[in-house]
């Protein structure tokens, strides 16, 4: 059977650090019938001289002169694709050699798919873990899987290849969106089409702290655009206004929040009460949370905090909370040279790197908590165990 061309798409920005792996893991695809088109979006550094250094005529180079961002970019390189199917690649992920070939296969056996993903080997700063987790039912990760994916985005955008015309009949990336924009670009192409999934990571990430999904004011307006574009169509929005409320508690612009309640009320006024509960709770603890944030990423705050509390030798800590403040105290902890051995949380749905667990499921060798929840007090903590266990709570850091 003739191999239909895959044309890949690359958008990269002042990446000229790592471009060049992205791009020869392309290249040294199993499946090379390919026209790797990359989008540079206005680099000021050597992106462009290092890409042409490879040499291989299937490279397409196209260089904007003014940034306009990755959902510009990657539309730009749909326009210009010659291949009935598209995939992507992000600048600083690397493909294992396999990918094409083995996602082409399904594609080819699975005529109904409009897209095809697979897992990937995510690098974080303490190990590696594969995503999306084995926690997930088969039935929420291929066929119709939209009720799934606004849940929460299971798909990274390099895991993808998709047949060019399901992205002509929904549209490209909206360019509208500055974060999120891949979880609103599959979520059309789920509404609308059969989803197939290989379960076997072909990609190698690594979480990049200046990416665009830093921007947490850009990740608040992409979930309210979701909640207010599917809150008729999904059958529960509790996990994705959960992402929203953990999102609004990282904004300490009082106007900001205003604005955003403006946005959010009138669409969730008249379902679940507790859920309107939560968020006034939310910006009540608005600025002291941001400020913990804030204080606790300072590392001579932390090492205070660790000097004055543990014994790095001798604790084992689980981080009380499996939140964005809680991945943040992880983060800092192990940073100073501490053990975390997991979160804790009432759902044991995995963040990044971390292994969650339920309270009653806490390992007996941990021999400390940190508790990086506002509203917990120490005591509360320590009932939820029966044995004596060390509980620190990170907002003492506020009284230094």
């Not at 200046?210 to 608040?220: D, H, K, P």
């Not at 968020?279 to 300072?298: G, M, N, W």
């Given at each position: 059977?003739?191999?239909?061309?895959?044309?890949?798409?690359?958008?990269?920005?002042?990446?000229?650090?790592?471009?060049?792996?992205?791009?020869?893991?392309?290249?040294?695809?199993?499946?090379?019938?390919?026209?790797?088109?990359?989008?540079?979006?206005?680099?000021?550094?050597?992106?462009?001289?290092?890409?042409?250094?490879?040499?291989?005529?299937?490279?397409?180079?196209?260089?904007?002169?003014?940034?306009?961002?990755?959902?510009?970019?990657?539309?730009?390189?749909?326009?210009?694709?010659?291949?009935?199917?598209?995939?992507?690649?992000?600048?600083?992920?690397?493909?294992?050699?396999?990918?094409?070939?083995?996602?082409?296969?399904?594609?080819?056996?699975?005529?109904?798919?409009?897209?095809?993903?697979?897992?990937?080997?995510?690098?974080?700063?303490?190990?590696?873990?594969?995503?999306?987790?084995?926690?997930?039912?088969?039935?929420?990760?291929?066929?119709?899987?939209?009720?799934?994916?606004?849940?929460?985005?299971?798909?990274?955008?390099?895991?993808?290849?998709?047949?060019?015309?399901?992205?002509?009949?929904?549209?490209?990336?909206?360019?509208?969106?500055?974060?999120?924009?891949?979880?609103?670009?599959?979520?059309?192409?789920?509404?609308?089409?059969?989803?197939?999934?290989?379960?076997?990571?072909?990609?190698?990430?690594?979480?990049?702290?200046?990416?665009?999904?830093?921007?947490?004011?850009?990740?608040?307006?992409?979930?309210?655009?979701?909640?207010?574009?599917?809150?008729?169509?999904?059958?529960?929005?509790?996990?994705?206004?959960?992402?929203?409320?953990?999102?609004?508690?990282?904004?300490?612009?009082?106007?900001?929040?205003?604005?955003?309640?403006?946005?959010?009320?009138?669409?969730?006024?008249?379902?679940?009460?507790?859920?309107?509960?939560?968020?006034?709770?939310?910006?009540?603890?608005?600025?002291?949370?941001?400020?913990?944030?804030?204080?606790?990423?300072?590392?001579?705050?932390?090492?205070?905090?660790?000097?004055?509390?543990?014994?790095?030798?001798?604790?084992?800590?689980?981080?009380?909370?499996?939140?964005?403040?809680?991945?943040?105290?992880?983060?800092?902890?192990?940073?100073?040279?501490?053990?975390?051995?997991?979160?804790?949380?009432?759902?044991?749905?995995?963040?990044?790197?971390?292994?969650?667990?339920?309270?009653?499921?806490?390992?007996?060798?941990?021999?400390?908590?940190?508790?990086?929840?506002?509203?917990?007090?120490?005591?509360?903590?320590?009932?939820?165990?029966?044995?004596e266990i060390k509980v620190l709570n990170i907002f003492d850091i506020l009284n230094y």
């Amino acid at each position: 059977m003739e191999k239909n061309l895959v044309s890949v798409v690359i958008p990269t920005y002042n990446r000229g650090d790592c471009i060049k792996y992205s791009v020869e893991s392309v290249l040294n695809q199993t499946y090379s019938n390919i026209e790797c088109i990359i989008v540079d979006d206005g680099s000021t550094d050597d992106t462009k001289k290092i890409i042409e250094s490879i040499v291989d005529n299937r490279i397409r180079y196209i260089y904007l002169s003014d940034n306009g961002g990755p959902s510009r970019a990657r539309n730009i390189g749909i326009e210009l694709a010659k291949g009935k199917f598209i995939a992507f690649n992000d600048s600083d992920d690397i493909w294992y050699a396999c990918k094409l070939e083995e996602q082409m296969y399904k594609m080819r056996n699975m005529a109904n798919f409009g897209m095809v993903y697979c897992d990937y080997l995510y690098k974080g700063a303490q190990k590696e873990i594969i995503m999306p987790p084995d926690i997930y039912d088969i039935s929420e990760l291929e066929g119709d899987i939209f009720q799934s994916l606004l849940n929460d985005n299971k798909i990274g955008t390099p895991t993808i290849i998709v047949r060019k015309e399901c992205i002509q009949d929904v549209g490209g990336f909206n360019e509208n969106l500055k974060s999120l924009e891949d979880w609103e670009f599959v979520l059309r192409i789920a509404s609308k089409y059969s989803i197939g999934y290989i379960h076997k990571p072909l990609i190698k990430a690594q979480y990049s702290t200046n990416g665009i999904n830093s921007n947490i004011r850009a990740q608040l307006d992409t979930l309210v655009y979701l909640i207010k574009k599917y809150h008729e169509q999904c059958v529960s929005l509790k996990s994705l206004k959960k992402i929203f409320f953990d999102k609004l508690s990282l904004i300490d612009d009082v106007q900001c929040v205003e604005e955003v309640k403006k946005e959010i009320v009138p669409v969730i006024e008249n379902e679940e009460f507790d859920c309107l509960m939560d968020y006034a709770v939310q910006v009540r603890k608005l600025q002291k949370v941001r400020q913990l944030l804030a204080d606790f990423s300072k590392p001579d705050s932390v090492k205070q905090f660790v000097d004055r509390y543990i014994k790095k030798d001798k604790e084992i800590i689980a981080v009380y909370g499996a939140g964005v403040a809680g991945i943040s105290t992880a983060y800092n902890l192990i940073k100073q040279g501490c053990r975390v051995e997991c979160l804790i949380d009432k759902s044991e749905k995995n963040q990044l790197e971390f292994q969650v667990v339920k309270p009653e499921n806490l390992s007996k060798d941990v021999t400390m908590i940190v508790s990086s929840i506002l509203s917990e007090d120490i005591g509360a903590i320590q009932a939820l165990y029966h044995r004596e266990i060390k509980v620190l709570n990170i907002f003492d850091i506020l009284n230094y």
